[in-house]
């Protein structure tokens, strides 16, 4: 019988699916299953918690922060991308972010998050080139992301 953890190992392992995708919370059993998945990987995992994000500054904090991004990040969008491209300090076989919390970013600075979105799917296009899994999930309850596709 396959199990969620299953599931979510063997899409994980996918390195051509790579990229940006919304987690509903009613798929597969949720964090725990996809996070047991990402360390059977071997995959390097970060969770960044947006529920305090409100605007691009805090959006960009928190990743640096959760994602232990290097003290030269300087919080904007080439910084982002540079150390999305550079994840050097955390050498892995691939990588999982789980962008959690996302609603209130959403509701406030939607611009800002599809922007910070764009830039993880532009990453996770140079790593797949490379061989490399970039997944990000995005956990958010909200209906308006009804153009970033399912996990």
């Known amino acids: 019988m396959n199990t969620p953890q ?7 392992r996918d390195v051509a699916r790579a990229g940006v995708y919304h987690l509903p919370h009613s798929r597969h059993g949720g964090h725990d299953d996809i996070v047991a998945a990402a360390e059977n990987c071997a995959y390097v995992m970060f969770r960044v918690d947006l529920s305090r994000a409100a605007d691009k500054q805090g959006l960009l904090a928190a990743i640096g922060r959760d994602m232990a991004f290097p003290e030269w990040f300087g919080s904007n969008w080439d910084a982002l991308a540079d ?9 892995g076989e691939g990588y ?22 764009q830039v993880f799917e532009e990453a996770a296009n140079s790593w797949r080139e490379q061989g490399v899994a970039l997944w990000c999930l995005v956990d958010m309850q909200a209906d308006g992301i009804a153009w970033l596709p399912g996990l």
Do not use: S, Y
Not at 83 to 91: M, V
Not at 99 to 112: P, V
């Open 96 to 117: 999982l972010v789980l962008l959690e919390h996302c609603d209130l970013l959403h509701e406030r600075a939607a611009n800002e998050l599809a922007t910070a979105l």
């Open 6 to 12: 299953d599931h979510f190992e063997t899409l994980l």
């Open 83 to 91: 150390c999305l491209n550079d994840l050097g300090w955390r050498p």
